[in-house]
C-alpha cells in the first residue's frame, strides 16, 4: 500500500486548506485511516481519524474546524480545514491501519505535507 499525500500550502489565519491522502496498491489492506501532523519540536499527534465503516473520532484542539472524509471508490481521504490557527502549522501525515487493526499500529504511512499559517 502506497499513500500519497497533497494539499498543503501557507495559508492566512482563518484560512481554509482541503488534504487529500490517495492510496494505491492493495487497498483492500486498508483499514482505518488517518491524519497525524508534527509541529517542529514537538511529538507527532493524531489529529483526525476514520474507520471503514466511516465513524470518526477528532483531537480536542481541532474539533468543530476540521472535517475528516474518506472516498472508498476513489481511495482517497481527505482533511478539510477551516478557521485555521497558527498553532495549526505543522507538517502533516496521512496513515493507515489494515483490516480490524487499530490506526495506532497502522504501517502505513504518506509523506508529509506542510501546512503553514501565516499573516
Known amino acids: 500500500v502506497q499513500l500519497q499525500a497533497s494539499g498543503g500550502g501557507l495559508v492566512q489565519p482563518g484560512g481554509s486548506l482541503r488534504l487529500s491522502c490517495a492510496a494505491s496498491g492493495s487497498i483492500f489492506s486498508i483499514g482505518a485511516m488517518g491524519w497525524y501532523r508534527q509541529a517542529p519540536g514537538k511529538q507527532r499527534e493524531l489529529v483526525a481519524a476514520?474507520?471503514?465503516?466511516?465513524?470518526?473520532n477528532y483531537a480536542d484542539s481541532v474539533k468543530g474546524r476540521f472535517t475528516i472524509s474518506r472516498d472508498n471508490g476513489k481511495n482517497t481521504m481527505y482533511l478539510q480545514m477551516n478557521s485555521l490557527k497558527p498553532e495549526d502549522t505543522a507538517v502533516y501525515y496521512c496513515?493507515?491501519?489494515?483490516?480490524?487493526?487499530?490506526?495506532?499500529?497502522?504501517?502505513?504511512w504518506g509523506q508529509g505535507t506542510l501546512v503553514t499559517v501565516s499573516s
Open positions: 476514520i474507520t471503514s465503516g466511516g465513524s470518526t
Open positions: 496513515r493507515a491501519s489494515r483490516p480490524y487493526s487499530d490506526l495506532k499500529a497502522g504501517p502505513y
